[in-house]
Structures are given as structure tokens and as C-alpha cells.
């Protein structure tokens, strides 16, 4: 099962391949802020540290709400939009 790992507290979880990444942090209590939980806010953005080959591509929604952030780096990502098909390591924003 792929592992998930907080790196503000060192934490990890394990996750069935393909879980939803908010699922995944809300189970966990990480402290992740959600709003609109659709990829439009923002709030959830978290910085991946490791593995962002194992999550899923990007669609034109998040990539658009990146952008007006100023995010569209290839480094971040909004958790409300990540599928988790691997281990990756993430930093909360
Ligand atoms: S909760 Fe709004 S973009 Fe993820």
C-alpha cells in the first residue's frame, strides 16, 4: 500500500492505491485546511516533497486555480485534487 508521510511532523500513513489524498490527511488529522474541496480555493495547497510521479496529472481545473496562485511549479498541489497511486512525502502549506 503506498505511504503517505506529513513532513511537518514526521507522520505516515498508508493509503489504498488511488485514495483520495484529503481522505488520506483528514483520516490522519493533519492539520490541512479544506474549503471548497473541488479544487477551486486553494486552501488545501501542500508542497510535494518526494513522489509527485505517483500522483495523478494535474486536470485544467487545479492547474488554472495554480496558476492564479502563482503555484503552477510543478511542486505543488492541491490535496483535494491528489490520487494517491505511490508513496510521496508532503509538506503542509
Ligand atoms: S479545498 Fe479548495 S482547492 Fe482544495
Redesign the pocket.
Known amino acids: 500500500m503506498p505511504k503517505v508521510k506529513f513532513q511537518n511532523t514526521g507522520e505516515e500513513a498508508e493509503a489504498e492505491k488511488g485514495a483520495d489524498l484529503?481522505e488520506v490527511t483528514k483520516n490522519q488529522g493533519w492539520p490541512i485546511?479544506?474549503?471548497?474541496?473541488?479544487?477551486?480555493?486553494?486552501?488545501?495547497?501542500v508542497k510535494i516533497i518526494e513522489g509527485k510521479e505517483n500522483l495523478n496529472p494535474l486536470d485544467e481545473k487545479?492547474k488554472q486555480?495554480l496558476d492564479v496562485m502563482g503555484m503552477d511549479d510543478g511542486e505543488h498541489r492541491?490535496?483535494?485534487?491528489c490520487k494517491v497511486n505511490g508513496d510521496i512525502v508532503i509538506e503542509g502549506m
Open positions: 484529503m485546511a479544506y474549503g471548497c474541496e473541488d479544487g477551486m480555493c486553494g486552501t488545501c495547497i487545479e486555480t492541491l490535496a483535494c485534487q
